[in-house]
């Protein structure tokens, strides 16, 4: 029998995300949904698609929590998107309600599993998950510096006109305005970029990256991004289950780490089967970990609006 990866949430990005996985042909998959029918539909669509696309992934779907029994890898990408009129402050009180319900239900029906989270406010949701579950910070994990850091590549590499696998880069920080783009360790084929593009183009590189999420929302005018996340959950998952031990920029838990403890933030991780085998601490030039620091305190206030 093969291992199962579940899903929760089956709107664009689990939905997208489970294609993916089930094209891999690893692992059995299962999706989850409140809405009656959706996931179900969803998994029975993706599974006729197995012989056109030779895969023989198992995908079940449904409204019961059961379906999840013993996942090694949990994707969590429940929750409201922000509409016109909703204030940050209402999407974040909104979607904490509904991850601390999926997160219990995770600790009830998969115990050992490594949980990532997708749903945002990121970091606050990735604490809140750590929070329900009880589990170590290994075991939780929030996807958002390899999306980040996956647009910034992209704008870069467009704007070289160089291939993206020649663009080295990390973004860290939180996921949104405050994020943090190491344009010091921003190298293309070894070269750093500040030798390749004047100061005023890679800053606007920098800024179009933090608006890389609000750019596709304009654009799209209902909805949001789902294949460039769906493509970075399942990195993530991938590396998980095959225990690459890969360094990912992703939000975890710090514990001293870059001089912060007990909020999570976006950094390098090395990933692999144990989930956050090592966070890893890079050198900072000062405005970068002034940024970073300044990304910190807006994670502590996305908590105390959590909190009510």
């Known amino acids: 029998m093969r291992a199962t990866v579940a899903v929760i949430g089956a709107g664009n990005v689990g939905a997208t995300l489970t294609q993916r996985l089930a ?13 009656e029918g959706l996931a179900e539909g969803k998994a029975l669509d993706l599974q006729q698609a197995g012989p056109v ?9 449904g409204t019961d929590y059961a379906l999840i029994d013993g996942a090694e890898v949990v994707v969590v990408t429940s929750g409201l998107a922000r509409k016109p009129g909703m204030s940050r402050d209402d999407l974040v009180q909104a979607n904490a309600r509904i991850i601390a319900q999926v997160a219990e239900a995770v600790r009830e029906h998969a ?4 949980l990532v989270v997708v749903t945002n406010p990121l970091d606050a949701m990735t604490q809140l998950a750590l929070q329900v579950t009880g589990w170590p910070r290994h075991r939780v994990v929030g996807m958002a510096g390899v999306l980040d850091t996956a647009r910034y590549r992209s704008f870069l590499a467009a704007a070289l006109g ?6 080295q880069a990390h973004v860290l920080g939180g996921h949104g305005d405050t ?33 890389g999420g609000a750019e596709v929302v304009r654009l ?22 095959l225990d690459r031990r890969v360094v990912l920029p992703a939000a975890a838990m ?3 780490e870059y001089g912060l403890r007990g909020v999570v933030m976006g950094v390098p991780v090395k990933l692999g089967s144990q989930g956050i085998l090592e966070v890893l601490e890079v ?23 959590m909190a009510g």
């Open 254 to 256: 710090l514990e001293g």
């Open 162 to 167: 160089v291939s993206v696998a020649s663009v």
């Open 111 to 114: 115990p050992q599993a490594i």
């Open 53 to 61: 696309q030779g895969y023989d992934t198992r995908i079940v779907g």
């Open 179 to 211: 994020m943090v783009p190491l344009t010091g360790m921003t190298t293309v084929a070894g070269v750093p970029v500040a030798k390749l593009l004047p100061p005023d183009r890679l800053e606007s590189i920098v800024q179009r990256t933090r608006d």
């Open 283 to 305: 050198e900072l030039t000062e405005p970068e970990r002034a940024a970073f620091l300044r990304s910190a305190d807006a994670a502590r206030e996305l908590l105390r609006v």
């Open 220 to 241: 799209l005018k209902t909805g949001s991004a789902y294949y460039a996340p769906s493509a970075a959950a399942a990195q993530m998952v991938e590396a998980i289950l």
């Open 23 to 35: 094209e891999r042909d690893l692992v059995d998959l299962a999706l989850v949904d409140v809405v």
